[in-house]
């Protein structure tokens, strides 16, 4: 199982080295010593903690959908011509970018600073690693 020590799990969760310490202090997130003498949390530990404190912010839209990939968030860009336009979101920490018709993004009143949701439904998604972990 791959371990990561307390500053790789900072940068994944975008938090300090410091906030990462006070959740294994405060026993929120379990860490063992490894051989060298570094703090170092499971990855399993760490994927269950990341599941636990994930936050998704309710889709204002209140409709049901078969897709569950939705990303809320705000309208940052929108660059267009005639015909097609490209709608940029910044939802949470992710970046969303979607390409659609003009005539779409006039109907939606799609603005910088518009509260939106990019929904995402996808037949392939491609998942990849950094290669092998200790």
Not at 76 to 91: F, G, I, K, N, P
Not at 122 to 132: F, H, I, L, W
Request: proline share 7%; glycine share 8%; hydrophobic share 40%.
């Amino acid at each position: 199982m791959p371990q990561y020590r307390v500053s790789e799990a900072a940068e994944l969760f975008g938090v300090s080295d410091d906030t990462v310490r006070r959740w294994v202090d405060a026993e929120q997130l379990p860490a063992e010593r490894d051989p060298s003498g570094r703090l170092v949390v499971e990855g399993s530990q760490l994927a269950a903690f990341a599941r636990s404190q994930a936050k998704s912010t309710p889709d204002p839209s209140g409709v049901g959908r078969s897709a569950r990939n939705r990303f809320v968030g705000l309208v940052t860009e929108v660059v267009s011509d005639r015909v097609m336009a490209q709608v940029e979101l910044q939802c949470g920490p992710h970046r969303v970018v979607s390409l659609m018709s003009t005539e779409a993004v006039e109907e939606l009143g799609l603005r910088p600073g518009v509260l939106a949701v990019a929904v995402v439904k996808s037949t392939a998604v491609v998942v990849e690693t950094p290669g092998e972990r200790p």
